[in-house]
Each structure stands twice: as structure tokens, then as C-alpha cells.
């Protein structure tokens, strides 16, 4: 099988999401797998690689980027700007016919015309009209891109009558994890919680985007001075001077993907700090499922998708409980393996074993 997949992240990003963990399992099941990165621009060009015999790493280049700067976002630069990115992909790649084109990034939508397949397979995993400032195409290139779509996968179950208002090949399958990384028995405590062993410690692993609740943050640190409150994936101002303020919040900053598995097996609790709103109410965690691979538990804002997981995860609805929860938390009595025990019967492996058995038996064309 040959596969091209379409994505916004670079490949070798410290941010691991569902297209990573598919592509190296389809690369492992002994499919071709090209995989095309956000399309560089003149300010941002980088070098295609191989990462093994089945898996291939592609930049496409553009000129300008298309972003929400004036006439950087407008309907007829989107246009120009993702047709001409085909024309900078390998003449091998855009005269060879894929099997499949695996598309997550809708901003590379007009490369369907231009680009040989038998299934066209868009994944879907965020509600764009949550975003805030979010590309006025990005809602257009999507509905036009699951419309054209032979089978579209949605992560989240808020997002399934949204896919099939343009097409009725709706799969629902959520984030899984890779517990093999958790698995393994070389995971150290890291040499940053050696201060900290003695104390509570409650990490978080992910972006600092809009989704976090910063102030409900400055309030845990507050009301839990003795806890150490450890961030992991990144820094910006406002976490920065939430931490200026209170020295037990540690800042770690972005540590390689293949390191998190010990700064969370390390810690007492894992957490997930989120404002409930449209995108975030259409979003299935993955996050979660890596704390209860590595045996902690998880608090976690009470989110639609979250509340139908029927998870073991501690759900708050107010900074009071969040506080309250995470001290159950740490003192709660169940043992590692009830956690492992939920994160083994969501991992990847199976998650990419549906969408297999679709594409084998041609479901993915009916």
C-alpha cells in the first residue's frame, strides 16, 4: 500500500498526535508512507529525510506563508498559495498514484486536484469554529474537503453531526495511546524532580495555547503551596509570571518525545487544565490516556467528550474542585494498574486496526 499523508505538524515535532502514531503503524504493517509537512515558505525551508525503509519526510515550499496577516488570508490568496504547493512536491510523489491520501491538514485541500489516489481520507480532529481568530477559509476548505472525502474520521463525537452534514462515510474513532512507551522500565525519576522528590507533584504535559485556564493555575498554586506543579511543552508570558510569583510552579519547557514517558511515571498526579468552550467540548484527550498509561491519575475539566470516555479520570467543574481533586488524587487508594488497565483497551495499535479493515475491504469507497 502507498500512502501520502497531508499534515500541519512536522514529523519529528516534540507534540505527537494521532497522524504520528498512524503513520508509523502503517509504516509497520509494510506500507509505503510519504508524509508532506506544512508547506514551508522563503523564511522557512527545511530539508526532506527518510526515516526508514517505509517512511519518507517532505516539505513541499512556498513563497509567502498563508496566514492571518491582511491578503495573506484572503479566499483568492488560499487559492494561489496551496496550488502551487503541489509543483514543489517530488515529480515521483505527484505522478505516482497513492492508494490513499490521508489529509488532516484542510489548508491542503486544493492539492486534491492535483495529486493521483484511489481513496481520499480526511481526519478530523478539531472544531475549527472554536478557535479564536481562526482562518476565515479554514471552515470553507474543510466542509469542501470532507464533501469530496471517501471516508471521513472524526475524533470526537461532537464533531460527527458536523461531518455528516457533507457526507454520510462518517467514522467516529478517538485518540489512543502508545503503551509500549509506558511499558518500558528504563524511566528514571528525572534529575529536575530530585528537589522535589518529597513533595506532591502534579505535572501537566502539552501546549499553552488558548484552551488553558491560566488563572485557574495561578488559583491551584496558590491555594496548594506545598504541591510542586510542574508544566512540560513550552512557556509564554502568562505561565511565566504566574510562576514568577509562586516558585512552586517549575517550568520544564519542551523535553524530546521519547523522555515524557518518566517525568509523568514520576509524578503523583496528571493534569488537564482546560477551559470548557466550543473547540475544547469537541476534542477527545489523548493526554489523558498517556497519565493512565504511565499508572497516575488525571483531573480533568468535565468536557463533553471526556464525560463520555468513562474514564477513571477525576472531572471538576470549578477551581475550588479542581483544587479538591487533585488532593484526592494524590491520596486516592487505586493502584497503577487500574489506570494502566483502561489506557491498554485504547491504544493506537487498535485504533489503526478499524481504519485498516475499512480501507482492505474498499469500505472506504462505499
Request: glycine share 4%.
Amino acid at each position: 500500500m502507498k500512502l501520502l499523508m497531508c499534515e500541519y505538524m512536522d514529523y519529528d515535532t516534540v507534540f505527537q498526535v494521532g497522524s504520528h502514531y498512524f503513520a508509523r503503524e502503517f509504516a509497520k504493517d509494510g506500507a509505503q508512507v510519504q508524509w508532506l509537512n506544512q508547506p514551508g515558505h522563503l523564511f522557512k525551508r527545511k530539508t526532506n529525510y527518510t526515516v526508514n525503509d517505509q517512511l519518507n519526510i517532505y516539505y513541499p515550499k512556498g513563497s509567502l506563508p498563508y496566514c492571518r496577516y491582511p491578503l495573506l488570508n484572503s479566499k483568492l490568496w488560499a487559492k494561489y498559495y496551496w496550488r502551487s504547493v503541489p509543483g514543489s512536491i517530488s515529480r515521483e510523489i505527484r505522478q505516482s498514484e497513492h492508494d490513499v491520501l490521508w489529509m488532516t491538514n484542510v489548508k491542503m485541500f486544493y492539492s486534491t486536484d492535483k495529486l493521483k489516489y484511489r481513496y481520499l481520507i480526511h481526519r478530523m480532529a478539531d472544531n475549527f469554529s472554536g478557535f479564536k481568530g481562526a482562518y476565515r477559509n479554514m471552515l470553507y476548505m474543510q466542509s469542501e474537503l470532507v464533501r469530496k472525502s471517501n471516508l471521513v474520521i472524526v475524533t470526537a463525537k461532537n464533531l460527527v453531526a458536523q461531518a455528516r452534514n457533507w457526507n454520510r462515510n462518517v467514522l467516529y474513532l478517538p485518540n489512543g495511546v502508545d503503551i509500549e512507551r509506558f511499558k518500558q522500565n528504563d524511566h528514571p525519576m528525572p534529575v529536575e524532580y530530585m528537589p522535589i522528590a518529597d513533595r506532591t507533584k502534579v505535572v501537566y504535559v502539552g501546549a499553552l495555547e488558548e484552551w488553558f485556564d491560566y488563572d485557574l493555575m495561578r488559583y491551584a498554586v496558590r491555594e496548594l503551596k506545598e504541591t510542586a506543579f510542574i508544566i512540560i511543552g513550552g512557556t509564554n508570558d502568562k505561565i511565566e509570571a504566574i510562576a514568577a510569583d509562586y516558585p512552586n510552579l517549575i517550568l520544564l519547557g519542551r523535553k524530546d518525545h521519547h523522555a515524557i514517558p518518566a517525568y509523568i511515571k514520576s509524578a503523583d498526579v496528571g493534569i488537564m487544565p482546560f477551559l470548557s468552550n466550543k473547540l475544547t467540548n469537541s476534542i477527545h484527550p489523548l493526554k489523558l490516556y498517556e497519565y493512565f498509561a504511565a499508572g497516575i491519575p488525571a483531573v480533568c475539566t468535565r468536557l463533553d467528550e471526556v464525560e463520555q470516555m468513562n474514564s477513571p479520570a477525576f472531572l471538576y467543574d470549578s477551581k475550588e474542585e479542581f483544587v479538591d481533586m487533585i488532593k484526592h488524587a494524590s491520596l486516592s487508594s487505586a493502584k497503577p494498574e487500574q489506570y494502566i488497565s483502561y489506557a491498554e483497551k485504547n491504544t493506537w495499535k487498535e485504533r489503526f486496526q478499524t481504519i485498516k479493515e475499512f480501507i482492505d475491504e474498499g469500505t472506504v469507497n462505499q
